[in-house]
């Protein structure tokens, strides 16, 4: 493949953006080489400024379960858009998604709506400080929970892709105060519990890992950290910005039948615009200003286009749940036939999936924490990743994220990728 334009637009953009992108997981700093420039995109494919054509794996990093250029999203956006982008006051369309969220949500009764996951979580948090009125927070190795400082210790996602999962520019003082645990380990947990009595606020994780490739919960995982919280009064949050209304309508509290105390929303809710949004139930949210003391705010909160967005992908994933179905049947397909295409080439590997969420790592052992995520081959991952390009299918460029099914995909889209690992993997 050709990617000249790319090429050029990289050299001009590195110029005047720092890395020439405006998030790090964009830039191919992990696999060598340049980012494509995208140009369009549509149902399960996108469209570079060369023309070459990808089937999608990432779908702009999670949002876009339906696919790119999703009908009813982009004519709520329009129609909205004509009306005026933001007035800085309340606007009918906040209840109406709101109603609906909390409709389709275990264990919620209010739902603040931010423009991002990062402030989701770094909202969730201090409320959740706010309201036990303790200062330490758990988190675990190798989940990402956005790029406020708090989370900024042993991060997954880009910060573990860079190098830098404790960011330089947190301060100590905020860095003490989160307390590190191995994901899949409850004795980790315990021991951290029993060392700090009454300083911790809330446990927050995200209940099917995503950001050190694809970890499911381990039996009892998540049930345990349940009755922990509740034997120390400790809040548990779940960070589900990436399986929130990816897994279930529900998120993983349905899908696991575990409870969680806040939860923190991002990427589909949005609908592919910038939305984020963290929910409790009452006895939590009348502590957010301005019910209550803490204090929380944003300029461009439940703007127009963002919730007009984000209330028609919901209303589509609401009346029609055999999405989820169909999705995890496709993920299943495509499992058992990337599995089937390594094993016979004899390639080392791994494959995590839940619903549609699925990573292969290139790791012998099964991989259930961040340790064991971080012993897959980086050799083999740069060399299919470069392979899956060069023969249009685009998986995240890099070892530690997960791929994300649209339903846009078609089994023969899935047939191409799967042959495509198969000519790739002859290769290694
Ligand atoms: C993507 C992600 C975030 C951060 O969301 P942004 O919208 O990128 O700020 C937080 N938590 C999890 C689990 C994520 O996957």
């Known amino acids: 493949m050709i990617y000249k334009r790319s090429s050029e637009l990289f050299a001009a953009a590195k110029k005047v953006i720092p890395g020439g992108v405006n998030s790090p997981v964009r830039a191919f700093n992990a696999v060598g080489g340049e980012p494509l420039f995208i140009k369009e995109a549509k149902g399960a494919y996108m469209y570079d400024e060369d023309g070459n054509k990808y089937i999608d794996y990432i779908n702009s990093w999670g949002p876009l379960i339906l696919g790119h250029a999703f009908e009813p999203v982009v004519n709520a956006v329009v129609e909205k858009a004509i009306k005026g982008t933001s007035f800085g006051t309340p606007t009918e369309i906040e209840t109406t998604i709101a109603e609906l969220a909390v409709s389709m949500v275990p264990n919620i009764d209010q739902i603040r709506f931010v423009n991002s996951g990062t402030e989701a979580c770094m909202s969730a948090v201090r409320l959740a400080r706010g309201f036990k009125n303790r200062e330490k927070i758990i988190k675990f190795a190798g989940c990402y929970h956005g790029h406020s400082d708090s989370f900024l210790i042993q991060a997954g996602s880009g910060a573990i892709t860079f190098g830098t999962p404790n960011s330089p520019g947190v301060t100590e003082g905020t860095a003490k105060d989160t307390l590190l645990a191995v994901y899949n380990d409850l004795d980790s947990v315990k021991d951290l519990l029993e060392a700090n009595k009454e300083e911790i606020a809330c446990i927050i994780l995200e209940p099917i890992a995503g950001n050190m490739g694809c970890i499911p919960p381990k039996e009892g995982f998540l049930e345990g950290l349940r009755e922990m919280c509740d034997e120390y009064g400790v809040l548990l949050i779940f960070d589900e910005v990436m ?101 016979e080439n004899k390639v080392t590997h791994t494959i995590n999936r839940k619903g549609s969420m699925i990573s292969v790592h290139f790791a012998e052992e099964v991989v259930v924490d961040f340790t064991s995520a971080a012993k897959g081959n980086n050799d083999t991952f740069k060399k299919f990743f470069h392979g899956l390009l060069e023969n249009g299918i685009y998986i995240a460029p890099s070892a530690f994220e997960t791929w994300f099914l649209t339903d846009a995909l078609t089994y023969e889209d899935l047939d191409a990728t799967i042959a495509a690992i198969e000519k790739v993997s002859k290769t290694f």
Not at 277 to 287: G, K
Not at 310 to 319: D, F, K, Q, S, V
Not at 323 to 331: G, R, W
């Open 243 to 343: 399986t929130g209304f990816r897994l279930a309508r529900g998120g993983a509290q349905e899908l696991t039948g575990v409870d969680a105390d806040i939860v923190c929303f991002g990427k589909v809710i949005g609908g592919g615009l910038p939305v984020g949004a963290f929910a409790a139930r009452q006895e939590i949210m009348d502590h957010l200003a301005p019910n209550g003391p803490v204090y929380q705010a944003g300029t461009l909160s439940g703007n127009p286009l963002a919730m007009a967005a984000g209330l028609a992908m919901l209303t589509e994933l609401n009346n029609s749940p055999e999405i989820y179905t169909s999705l995890a049947e496709k993920t299943e397909y495509l499992h058992k036939g990337i599995s089937k295409v390594l094993t």
